[in-house]
């Protein structure tokens, strides 16, 4: 048996099963590689691992007010994440970093299992396999290098895939019976199994009008409407029932400040965003060998990645699971002398040899992080956090700054440092706002805090943040316009600042000690290395995990 099969005269890379499978393994391998030694913390980290903390301290599902912040006190909170945190503060209690280092990896399977069968299927040339894989897993690594729930999304979202384009394919297949039971889990798990029901849809329109055509019977039809509809109502099996859809529609239909939420035009990004687009492109316009169906799901999938930077993942994975057909038929359009001259067993050595190349170089690529964040004191089974960036760094010198001073309050900071100064300072203190948006806060104090985050020198008046609320500590990326617009302002001090953040108190009577000192003498900056373990506790204060 050779694998790839195509049309005689033509076939690319003909070789054995064996060698098909042993090679396009080893460069699955070396992607896995690639992808899951390198963990660094998520701006959300902290605050998924203490919420799942919280809920199994109280023995709930989910707590269902917010005790975390100062300007909307008691509001309701629909965490969709709710599972996603549970199993976050469980395997963080009992493993610790490894625990959640092992849940990330797990994920990361997950994601690329699927593909890999899906190249097998489809009966990919090892070219293409090596293209798909390669690209896929080099653009997927700006996204999984994280821990975060979304990254439930991403597995659940491969597998659903491939379970529905098996079905068109063979719609006697059962698989499809396992759509229900996915989604019952993507749904408790992370918001994001919206997408799967969005491509469900689709696949169900297509049946629909190929039973309507006579290509399939009515029974399959049936079938499929069956899975799918009761995988559509176990989404309601939540601890919020119809409420969590409410709330995820309102989310995805408001513009967001945050970077992965806005268009792909709009915010500037590496150009590994851009090799899925490519990949169609390659695909459609250097091969006739695509089906309409992968182009309908293509296209759904491409207009949610031009829409949010954050489903370019998706788009990565939807281009590995379902183009693996028509890029094997545009390569070797593309190159028909390479086709005819490395076919065959005679090729055999040139072949391995050159397998064995990208796999080293790949595997190369991976330790090369692996030994500098090793050096920098983050092992590959540990999770890193930077603390001299904006971000993903996070404040960690101030934040010893504050506890070394026993400074405490209602502090408004940057959205995505909010929730390590809630892991750091809760319950002695309560932010403004954090990353969790719409789930807690309201669409006016969204508004009000991008009002705040706009303001500058130029800036006059009041502020609803500063003056309409008890704000009294401000903690601000130095780079921020707004400080600008706070120099300019009679009631607030900066007591200290680093090349990363600044720190500001309001002139009220309890921190007039500390403003004292301030003005006397500039607060020193501590010593703080580049690289952390989380929860990256300040080390005169915390503890490093081990």
Not at 68 to 76: D, K, N, V
Not at 505 to 511: L, S, Y
Request: charged fraction near 15%; glycine fraction near 6%.
């Amino acid at each position: 048996m050779s694998v790839p099969d195509y049309e005689s005269g033509n076939a690319e890379w003909v070789m054995s099963s064996r060698e098909w499978y042993l090679s396009s393994g080893s460069i699955w391998f070396a992607c896995l590689f690639l992808t899951a030694t390198v963990t660094i913390a998520d701006p959300d980290l902290w605050g998924h691992t203490l919420y799942g903390l919280r809920a199994l301290e109280q023995h709930v599902l989910v707590e269902r007010t917010d005790p975390f912040c100062y300007t909307e006190p008691g509001t309701s909170w629909i965490n969709h994440e709710w599972f996603s945190e549970l199993s976050f503060g469980w395997l963080w209690s009992q493993i610790g970093n490894s625990g959640l280092w092992l849940w990330r990896n797990f994920w990361l399977c997950m994601i690329l299992i699927p593909t890999w069968i899906a190249l097998g299927r489809s009966r990919a040339s090892l070219s293409a396999a090596v293209l798909l894989l390669v690209y896929g897993a080099f653009c997927l690594a700006q996204f999984v290098v994280f821990v975060r729930p979304q990254l439930v999304t991403f597995g659940c979202f491969a597998w659903t895939l491939l379970l529905l384009r098996e079905y068109v394919d063979h719609p006697q297949a059962k698989g499809v019976w396992y759509l229900p039971v996915v989604m019952l889990f993507w749904s408790n798990s992370h918001g994001g199994f919206l997408a799967g029901v969005g491509i469900e849809a689709v696949v169900v329109l297509w049946v629909g009008w190929g039973c309507f055509q006579g290509r399939y019977q009515r029974r399959e039809f049936y079938r499929l409407l069956v899975a799918v509809t009761a995988s559509w109502m176990v989404t309601l099996i939540n601890p919020y029932g119809i409420h969590l859809h409410q709330m995820l529609w309102d989310h995805l239909i408001t513009t967001q400040i945050v970077r992965e939420w806005q268009p792909l035009w709009q915010a500037r990004q590496a150009l590994l965003y851009y090799i899925p687009f490519l990949l169609v492109a390659l695909a459609i316009f250097r091969s006739r060998k695509w089906e309409w169906i992968d182009l309908l799901l293509i296209a759904v999938v491409a207009w949610q990645a031009v829409s949010h930077i954050r489903h370019v993942a998706l788009l990565a994975i939807a281009v590995m699971i379902l183009l693996p057909r028509p890029i094997t038929d545009a390569l070797r359009n593309l190159f028909p002398v390479i086709n005819q001259q490395w076919s065959g067993p005679s090729r055999l050595g040139l072949r391995s040899l050159l397998i064995a190349i990208m796999t080293l170089v790949i595997l190369g690529l991976g330790a090369h992080t692996v030994i500098h964040l090793q050096e920098e004191g983050v092992p590959p089974w540990q999770i890193g956090v930077e603390t001299q960036s904006r971000a993903p760094g996070m404040p960690v010198a101030v934040m010893q700054v504050m506890q070394k001073e026993h400074l405490a309050g209602n502090i408004l900071t940057d959205y995505g440092w909010a929730q390590y100064v809630i892991w750091q300072t809760f319950p002695a203190s309560r932010v403004a706002f954090d990353g969790r948006y719409r789930t807690v806060y309201s669409a006016q104090l969204e508004e009000e805090f991008v009002a705040f985050q706009k303001l500058n020198q130029n800036s006059s008046g009041s502020n609803p943040l500063l003056d309409q609320y008890p704000t009294e500590i401000i903690l601000l990326p130095k780079a921020q316009q707004t400080n600008d617009y706070l120099k300019n302002r009679s009631d607030w001090f900066l007591i200290y600042e680093d090349e990363q953040a600044t720190l500001w108190v309001k002139d009220i009577p309890r921190f007039q000690k500390i403003l004292e000192r301030s003005r006397q003498t500039a607060i020193p900056k501590p010593e703080i290395p580049k690289w952390l373990l989380f929860p990256a506790d300040p080390p005169e204060t915390g503890k490093q995990p081990s």
